[in-house]
T-cell receptor
Framework: AQSVTQPDIHITVSEGASLELRCNYS??????LFWYVQSPGQGLQLLLK??????LVQGIKGFEAEFKRSQSSFNLRKPSVHWSDAAEYFC??????????FGTGTRLKVLA | DAGVTQSPTHLIKTRGQHVTLRCSPI?????VSWYQQVLGQGPQFIFQ???????GRGNFPDRFSARQFPNYSSELNVNALLLGDSALYLC????????????FGPGTRLTVL
């Protein structure tokens, strides 16, 4: 069955530190992969997406993600976290159709 | 350009009642999808409509229904509300039915008492 897994429920980092949020997928073929961010009480904002091609994807707000087929992973990274990055982050996959499968999310806390 | 809009923002209902949620997609987008996000979880796919036809349905009971209008806006209807229907309901729009990224609205927070 298709699935997206985010192993970390909560992550705490200090402001200015680097960040990596993990995402693993299980699909029959290479899925389309997305990272979204959700602030409290808000909808989802797309950070970046991977459809094909270059496995290192640049997104908004200084985020990037690397697609690794051998590890079935699509981890999100940021070299220096800002306090405003505190939010919940969702990884999602699609087999090319309308139906996105989301992970359970990782809540990021940023310490001043 | 306006993004995806949803109304109402918040809604409180009691068990057994019916609710209608509304969504207007981004101009030019013909596909609308609905997701349910229960507190502490990721969004779960409910429906997708494209060109006024249902193109997909998630694992939700028949109490959930939807439709899309000629202007591509959409309604999600939920009958016989249960406490477990309390969630954030998200609408997403995209240009086509496949191989397109979806843009999400701010959601409607439904509380069932």
């Amino acid at each position: 069955a298709q699935s997206v897994t985010q192993p970390d429920i909560h992550i705490t980092v200090s402001e200015g530190a680097s960040l990596e949020l993990r995402c693993n997928y299980s699909y029959g073929a290479t899925p389309y992969l997305f990272w979204y961010v959700q602030s409290p009480g808000q909808g989802l904002q797309l950070l970046l997406k991977y459809f094909s091609g270059d496995t290192l994807v640049q997104g908004i707000k200084g985020f990037e993600a690397e697609f690794k087929r051998s590890q079935s992973s699509f981890n999100l990274r940021k070299p220096s976290v800002h306090w405003s990055d505190a939010a919940e982050y969702f990884c999602a996959g699609s087999g090319g159709t309308y139906k996105y499968i989301f992970g359970t999310g990782t809540r990021l806390k940023v310490l001043a | 350009d306006a993004g995806v809009t949803q109304s109402p923002t918040h809604l409180i209902k009691t068990r057994g009642q019916h609710v209608t949620l509304r969504c207007s997609p981004i101009s030019g987008h013909k596909s609308v999808s609905w997701y349910q996000q229960v507190l502490g979880q990721g969004p779960q796919f409910i429906f997708q409509y494209y060109e006024k036809e249902e193109r997909g349905r998630g694992n939700f009971p028949d109490r959930f229904s939807a439709r899309q209008f000629p202007n591509y806006s959409s309604e999600l209807n939920v009958n016989a509300l249960l406490l477990g229907d309390s969630a954030l309901y998200l609408c997403a729009s995209s240009f086509g039915v496949t191989y397109n990224e979806q843009f999400f609205g701010p959601g409607t927070r439904l509380t069932v008492l």
